[in-house]
């Protein structure tokens, strides 16, 4: 998996994690992307902040400081579209 790639989603599913912190699924899932994101590529999430459309995400990769821009419409639907789902809210 690339690393924006890998960013996106673990981004994605820290959205459903902060909003749904009971839900099992969506902290496991968070664990696993932060898992892909420290072994694999060596990230340390250093801020996410939000800029006009955009989150940002500032990180760090064997010392060296970047970012990458996502735009909050598409990190926030995947939770939307749990949210939107009835038979997701019944109970996590």
């Known amino acids: ?3 924006v790639d890998a960013l996106s989603n673990w981004l994605s599913i820290r959205k459903v994690h902060d909003e ?3 839900d099992l699924a969506a902290k496991e899932t968070f664990e696993f992307f932060t898992e ?3 072994e694999d590529h060596h990230v340390n999430i250093i801020a996410v902040t939000t800029s006009g459309p955009y989150y940002e995400v500032k990180f760090e990769v064997n010392g060296i400081e970047s970012s990458e821009k996502f735009f909050i419409d598409s990190i926030d639907a995947l939770y939307e579209g ?11």
């Open 1 to 3: 998996m690339q690393l």
């Open 36 to 38: 892909i994101l420290t």
């Open 20 to 22: 749904r912190p009971n």
């Open 82 to 92: 749990i949210q939107s789902e009835p038979r997701f809210n019944e109970e996590y």
